[in-house]
């Protein structure tokens, strides 16, 4: 990511935090009821211990599995989302960077599931996805939720390449555009390939029409 769209990205989240937040919270995003429980079915076929979820934003899945009495730990870039998550929880949120994550910093020990839900938006995610390895207990899982690469490639085809997101149909609070880098599933399966990383399982939860609304992609460290 150039430093120019990395500005832009923070600035997209630190202008939006307000209308995101009421956008989970008011269940505005339809196709959310889908990847919501997708992702929470996941998460407890691992019957995990501790999680750390990546990108946490303001905070919804902490507090969901807090109630399920999984220990939890959410981080995010974004110090408004943050700020939102805090405010409705004494959950621990903090601010942490994925550059912090993958230098090793923030000191958060070690889980054994790491969950990414629609948050990792970089074209440069091999530092990071490399740096997961030291967070991870040695039987371990990722979990990455993400748009489902067949039905989100938009007017400019399959291929990976920066879009533009306006968050239309979101309802009110969105000030500023989030560019955001998409990718094919080739390109996601060779990212995590490369950085150490294998396929368990593979999922498209879908809608009643039978259209894929996210592509769910549970994976551990190779070898």
């Known amino acids: ?8 990205l923070m600035h997209s989240w630190q202008c939006n935090a307000a209308g995101w937040t009421r956008a989970v919270r008011e269940r505005r995003i339809a196709s959310r009821q889908i990847t919501d429980a997708a992702l929470l079915e996941a998460i407890a076929e691992r019957a995990p211990r501790r999680v750390l979820d990546i990108g946490c934003g303001e905070g919804w899945l902490c507090r969901v599995l807090a109630e399920q009495g999984v220990d939890t730990l959410g981080v995010d870039a974004c110090a408004a989302l943050v700020e939102a998550a805090r405010q409705v929880s004494a959950l621990d949120y903090r601010v942490c960077s994925y550059a912090d994550l ?7 020990g070690r889980f054994d599931l790491l969950v990414a839900n629609f948050a990792l938006l970089d074209e440069a995610l091999l530092p990071l996805l490399l740096g997961l390895h030291a967070l991870l ?8 939720q993400t748009v489902h690469p ?3 490639s938009g007017e400019q085809g399959y291929r990976d390449g920066w879009r533009l997101e306006t968050f239309a149909g979101f309802g009110d609070g969105f000030a500023a555009p989030m560019p955001w880098y998409f990718r094919t599933l080739q390109s996601w399966l060779e990212v995590l390939r490369a950085a150490g990383f294998s396929l368990c399982s593979l999922r498209e939860p879908s809608d009643a029409q039978g259209m894929p609304r996210s592509l769910l992609l549970v ?4 070898g």
């Not at 207990?137 to 990455?144: A, K, N, S, W």
């Open 1 to 8: 990511m150039s430093g120019d769209t990395q500005t832009q």
């Open 102 to 108: 993958a230098a090793g910093r923030g000191e958060l």
């Open 137 to 144: 207990e040695p039987d371990g899982h990722l979990l990455i």
């Open 150 to 152: 067949w039905t989100a």
């Open 219 to 222: 994976m551990r460290a190779a």
